[in-house]
């Protein structure tokens, strides 16, 4: 489906029939070790609408694999970047930021632990 910091994510199929996306953590990465286990430890127990649920995960000598629900209508940097990025309706932009803006105040203020995003690829929960 992609790549990012972190590695690659694929789509995968449950023995349940459930769609999901694997995140395979890169090897050697410090960085995403760290994240890995910060999602493990905080982020599956954090529950909101706009977020993804993180399943399960997997760990197995040096691999690390996260497995989340499967969201089908692509990513936000898609939707806002992708080749039709100029066809989304300003109300559609609009509501996007707001949905956004409430799920940061959502983790800023409302969710125990407190999570704040400093980048796109560093968490600081609290």
Known sequence: LGQGGFGYVYKGLLSSGKVVAIKQLKGG????EREFQAEIDIIHYIHHIHLVNLI????????????????PN????FHLHGKDYLN???PTRIKIALDSARE??????????KIIHMTSRLLIFF
């Open 104 to 113: 940061l105040a959502y983790m800023h203020k409302d969710c125990n632990p």
């Open 56 to 71: 399960d995960y997997c760990i197995s000598g040096a691999l690390r694999i996260l497995v989340y629900e499967f969201v």
């Open 29 to 32: 990465s410090g960085q995403g």
């Open 74 to 77: 692509s990513t936000l940097e």
């Open 88 to 90: 989304i309706a300003w």
